[in-house]
């Protein structure tokens, strides 16, 4: 009966591969000012179902920025871009039904700062009860921990936990402590190891609040407001004159989604550069879990 499935299954191994097509894949790539660029190296991945079975072309783009690999892949593709002075590109998967004419923009790497960066996961130390966090510091303010400043003002809600997996109503009210502090919404550059703009924005409409919220009940889906795909800009410490112009204030940038983010915080006033360096990061002395490696 072994020899008998075994045959059948190498049967059906050899029809699958010996329907294999072969899949081009083209790929241009420029820099954020449209100009082609040169002698980037391509990898492009044809994934097969083993190790011997994926192939990985690789070479350089030519002065129209330009690179052109074939191969015959079992599942899917990949491209990965890299050149000195640029963050790396990496695409999601391209499906093997179809040959391929991509085109990626490397984004140069400009001027990488230390900040103060830190993986926040929000288990709430009170609950109905407002609490801060401290960005410089990284952690919650004083009584709950070491913080000295509120930066993101926080109230845990439980609405319902009959049980935490099933049934169950969650919200998260996020705000901040000075009038036009505030966040506002970017979208993530999740091709690009940099995921974010460099610089937090001068004159956005900076938001002052906002609720998260997580709601299931029993044979119901997951109902949330949870956008992971979204990174946040903060404008913190805000000081105002007598005409509520801003004087000073800091500036942070966030990845993932409440309750859990990547929190970079820049410590120079009025700095609004959120390039981070994450070899130098202030942080000196983090857990694991608590680490950031994305600039």
């Not at 990626?104 to 993986?119: D, F, G, S, T």
């Not at 044979?219 to 105002?240: A, C, H, S, W």
Request: charged share 30%; aromatic share 12%.
């Amino acid at each position: 009966m072994k020899t008998i499935i075994n045959l059948i299954f190498g049967l059906i191994l050899m029809g699958v591969v010996s329907c294999q097509e072969t899949r081009k894949v083209k790929v241009t790539v420029t820099a954020e000012d449209g100009t082609p660029l040169k002698d980037v190296t391509s990898i492009v991945t044809f994934m097969g179902y083993t190790g011997d079975d994926t192939k990985r072309e690789k070479g350089e783009t030519d002065a129209r920025g330009v690179f052109q690999a074939s191969g015959e892949p079992q599942l899917r593709m990949y491209v990965r871009l890299e050149k000195k002075g640029y963050y790396t590109t990496v695409s999601g998967r391209l499906t093997r039904k179809q040959d391929h004419d991509v085109a990626y923009v490397l984004r140069e790497i400009k001027n990488p700062i230390p900040l103060y960066a830190k993986r926040l996961q929000v288990f709430a130390p009170v609950v109905g009860k407002e609490f801060g966090y401290d960005c410089e510091v990284g952690d919650w303010v004083q009584p709950h921990g070491k913080g000295r400043t509120k930066d993101l003002v926080l109230t845990a809600i439980i609405h319902h936990e009959a049980d935490r997996y099933t049934n169950h109503h969650y919200e998260l009210a996020v705000s901040f402590s000075n009038e036009k502090d505030g966040f506002v919404k970017f979208e993530q550059n999740r091709e690009s190891e940099l995921e974010a703009p460099y610089e937090a924005p001068a004159n956005a409409n900076f938001q002052s609040s906002w609720r998260y919220f997580k709601k299931r009940e029993p044979g119901k889906g997951i109902e949330t407001n949870r956008e992971p795909d979204k990174g946040y800009f903060f404008r913190l410490r805000t000081q105002v004159d007598r005409n509520g112009d801003i004087i000073s204030c800091h500036y942070a940038k966030a990845f993932g989604d409440f309750p859990d983010l990547k929190i970079y915080f820049n410590p120079s006033p009025n700095d609004r550069n959120l390039e981070f360096d994450p070899s130098r990061n202030l942080f000196t002395d983090l857990d694991p879990t608590e680490q950031v490696r994305e600039p």
